[in-house]
């Protein structure tokens, strides 16, 4: 697995990165988003308001594709019922496979998609909370939406509350409709399999899974059209923030001394060596050679195999008296 990376730009930037904490980390932020999308459920009575303004302005743009698309899947159960599982699973499942992809094959894009995910998650809890919002099957049938959820219900888990297993209804928001982070995960893994997938079937699944997932929200009158617009458009600003968040968390990282995975020589006294020859210190090979004096042998510098030295021999001096060493300043008669 790749190791390092330009800091900020979505590589491990020197942390390696496993799976053993990743997880606990996806899983964290995953239940801080149910359990927070779970409390702020917000005024039954203005969560209506908003969804009935919203179904207003499409049909004054429109642009309210929910009629057609929910008759159509209300009319045939051959589309309703695997578009019933469709919204009721994928997300649950292309989502996390796409992250483990990444941090397999991936693996230096990984942290810039996994923070892109989290931060967009995070947008969206926002919009739950400042905008409580009806989806269209929960309004009055005056308003000609039906909840295809309930209608076929018998051939899956759910019953009519949302996608929540029957008896557990009560343990999810069903006023969190704005945004759709059905589409804006499905837009998510688009994107992540438009860019590193390598094959041909990648691309038409980049394409087709938020087109797909798009079609479903609305059919089941789970979602506005405007509600996907919306799911597109807090995605858009979690990538914005990707390199600011990233970066943070570097600074954080550094303040805390968290360790950090420098690359490794293979030999570190060959690399050290390299290192400060290249940051020009001083090294070995470029310091002055001095001679090497053995036996009556010396050699000079720049020279590798030694031979003998021979100095004239002065008038009274003893056959037997050794040369002078090098470096040596001693005279040879006072020693």
Known sequence: MPQTDTPGTGGINGLRLRWWTELPLIVLVYAAYSAGRLVVRGDVAAAVDHGVGILRVEQFLRINAEHP?????????????PADFWYASLHYLVTPLILVWLFRSRAVHYRAARAWLMISTLIGLVGFTLLPTCPPRLLSEGYGFVDTMAQYSDFGWWGGEASAPRGLGGMTNQYAAMPSLHVGWALWCGV????????PLTRVAAVGYPLIT??????TANHYFLDAVAGAVVMGLGLLLVRPVLRLADRVKARVGLPLTAARPSSGVVAGA??????????????PESSIVSAGCQ?????????PRKRPAEPGAEPSARPAEAGDSTPTAAR
Do not use: K, Y
Request: glycine fraction near 10%; proline fraction near 4%.
């Open 274 to 287: 390299h290192s400060a020859s290249v940051a020009g210190a001083p090294s070995a090979s470029s310091a």
């Open 69 to 81: 698309l929910n008759r159509l899947f209300t009319a045939q159960s051959w589309i309703g019922v």
């Open 299 to 307: 050699t000079s510098a720049g020279e590798r195999i030694p031979r």
């Open 214 to 219: 798009t079609i479903v929200v609305m059919g």
């Open 192 to 199: 992540m399999l438009w860019r590193h997938g390598r094959s």
